[in-house]
């Protein structure tokens, strides 16, 4: 039997009980679309058609409606896909590596963060779609399918291929450890769904779930061993995210300090923008006593860390470049800091530098206000961290008569409308008919960490 | 009496006088069909006296059939049916090819498992449960005990179940 002991955090307030976790979170799932939910909508709907005819465009005109040249090859359209999926790696982060140190905050977080993964994913994996030009064909290019040619098989040694690999086995893996997490709690929707269409779509997606004491224990151990998987492949993904830049010979790329970086900078972007969606959630369906300011607090602290560690790693990237005697990277270095695009370079040293050190304020931590404000400045440093790494890097290529600058066209900024438009949709649709919580999960801590009436 | 047909229902409001109460009525002789709940019960299966499950041998076997395509795939496509000189290296080079190898892993291992753990659990979708008591699903433990593989009567079963705690005895009868 477990032993608890009485010194437990609160983490779920109000004296909440089992019962009060099935009605508070089925609640927004089985009631009619709040105003402030209808109004989301209608701006995400607004937004991704924008962004839809941007998409249009640039499929029927080529990727030359987008505002690259032939010395910057790669701009927003890479920018966008590494922040996106640098995002994505919270959900997975939370659920997986948080559940293997057995850290129980977690349980009222994980759902929507791991939501949140899945959709980021798709928003990013569309730009390298877009960016192959004919995405119709694609297939042919980043899949290893037999081909007319031969088959001319794929290149195994690209790390773009690799990418390829990485995204879509930890977009499957992600979906699967989500929708396991899933199916209990759509069960108890199931039992109590009251008109005919919400029981027929609730049991369908519960796979006929009944909550038997030999299915959980199997649940434990998959849930488990997911767990196991999901770490290593969260951290893997954006390692060879970076490989994309650290294996090429490109002066401000080839930079072995890349992967742990990489890694770093997306759990900070990811835990960024799990807060800005939690705290506009817990805020719209009332569900302040199950992420408290505690979770806050914690949540903000892990920015903090992973924060430091990307102003290490900016400090570093500058002295290794100084010390390792290499005009090129040097003038990499110095374009950056005093180059033409050094208004970016100092909004991402900033907004992901100095801000998040503000959370070393206990009341700058545990205000909400505060950690919205952050949370965003932190998404839009590290954006603009990816457009550094990126466009500096190429505009002053070796030839300095085809030295240019990159200018976003209407394209640019369009489709990156489209996947904000996708996202917030696709996120809004889940927290309408998907329980939020994780209902199961914290009905098992309720007697632990619920606070006592 | 047949079996799978009538059940007499404990109804638990706390877990851990469930978790007693299922050691409780197994030394009592009552062999008990299965304990629904609403959330994962730490002990329970061990209380229950199951055997530990197999999935993570099911997830290795997965994962290892994973490493094992991957590497056949890429030495085959680089190493045998089109070798290509790429960047001066060997056909077979095995540093480049370990990322996808571990990637594919990862996704054997993990789709493996978890399409084991539904099959042997009978979860697919549009199955209609069996459900002895719908709440739960929300905040009760429901310990159902088969009359048929009993060879006690409903009224001792009751009792057993009424002292170990329960909250509620019910029956339950499926035609």
Excluded at chain 1, 285 to 309: A, Q
Excluded at chain 2, 62 to 74: E, N, R, V
Aim: charged share 15%; proline share 4%; glycine share 6%.
């Amino acid at each position: 039997m477990q032993v608890t002991s009485p010194l437990r955090e609160t983490l779920i307030t109000k004296g909440k009980t089992v019962h009060d976790i099935t009605e508070d979170i089925c609640r927004q799932v089985e009631g009619k679309p709040t105003k402030s939910w209808m109004i989301g909508m209608a701006i995400s709907l607004g937004i991704l058609a924008i962004g839809a005819y941007a998409v249009f465009a640039l499929l029927w005109e080529g990727i030359g409606v987008w505002g690259m040249n032939k010395t910057v090859g790669w701009a927003w359209d890479i920018t966008n896909f590494v922040w996106w999926v640098g995002i994505g790696h919270a959900g997975t982060l939370i659920s997986a590596i948080l559940l293997l140190f057995r850290q129980k905050w977690r349980m009222s977080i994980n759902r929507a963060a791991e939501a949140m993964t899945i959709f980021a994913v798709i928003c990013a994996a569309t730009f390298p779609m877009f960016h192959m030009g004919r995405l119709w064909i694609g297939f042919y290019w980043a899949l290893p399918l037999p081909n007319a040619f031969g088959s001319l098989w794929v290149n195994f040694n690209s790390p773009l291929l690799w990418d390829v690999f990485a995204i879509s086995t930890y977009f499957t893996v992600s979906l699967v450890f989500w929708y396991i997490g899933l199916i209990p709690d759509f069960a108890t929707i199931r039992d109590r769904a009251t008109n005919k269409i919400s029981k027929a779509v609730y049991s369908a997606l519960s796979f006929g779930w009944d909550g038997a004491a030999k299915t959980w224990m199997r649940y434990e151990s998959v849930a488990l061993i997911l767990a196991g998987l999901a770490t290593p492949l969260v951290l893997s993904v954006h390692t060879i995210v970076s490989m994309d830049f650290a294996t090429s010979v490109i002066p401000g790329w080839h930079t072995t300090i890349f992967p742990p970086y990489f890694v770093a900078g997306a759990i900070f972007s990811g835990f960024a923008m799990v807060l800005t969606l939690m705290l506009v959630t817990r805020k719209v369906f009332k569900l302040e006593d199950y992420i408290t300011i505690y979770h806050i607090e914690l949540m903000n602290i892990v920015i903090i860390i992973t924060g430091s560690i990307v102003g290490v790693a900016y400090i570093t990237e500058f002295f290794i470049a100084w010390y390792s005697g290499v005009p090129y990277e040097q003038y990499a270095f110095i374009n950056r800091a005093f180059g033409p695009y050094n208004w970016a370079y100092y909004t991402m040293m900033t907004c992901n530098v100095i801000a998040p050190q503000l959370f070393w304020f206990k009341k700058i931590r545990t205000s909400i206000v505060s950690t919205m404000v952050i949370s965003i400045i932190v998404n839009i440093g590290m954006w603009f961290e990816r457009f550094v790494i990126i466009v500096t890097s190429l505009h002053r290529d070796y030839l300095p008569s085809s030295w240019v600058m990159f200018y976003p066209t209407k394209y640019d900024v369009g489709v990156y409308l489209f996947s904000f438009g996708f996202f917030f949709t696709a996120f809004l649709l889940f927290s309408k008919f998907f329980p939020v919580l994780n209902m199961a999960e914290l009905k098992s801590i309720v007697k632990s960490s619920s606070e006592k009436k | 009496m047949e079996s799978g047909k009538n059940f007499v229902l404990g109804i638990y409001n706390d877990e851990d006088v469930l978790l007693e109460a299922v050691t409780k009525v197994r030394e009592s002789g009552v062999k008990i069909h299965e304990v629904y709940s609403p959330f994962p019960v730490h002990g329970l299966e061990d209380a229950l006296g199951y055997k530990r499950t197999r999935l993570p041998i099911a997830a290795f076997m997965f994962g290892l059939l994973g490493t094992s395509l991957a590497l056949t795939m890429q030495t085959w496509m680089l190493g045998v049916d089109w070798p290509m000189i790429i960047g001066g290296k060997n056909f077979i080079s095995l540093p480049p090819f370990i990322p996808v190898t571990f990637e594919l892993t990862v996704l054997l291992s993990a789709l493996g498992m978890v399409a084991t753990f539904m099959i042997v659990s009978d979860l697919k979708p549009y199955k209609k449960p069996r459900m002895f008591d719908i709440r739960s699903t929300d905040d009760k433990h429901v310990m159902a005990v088969d009359l048929g593989s009993n060879n006690l009567s409903k009224a001792e079963i009751g009792k057993v179940l009424n002292e170990s705690g329960a909250s509620e005895v019910n029956d339950k009868n499926f035609d």
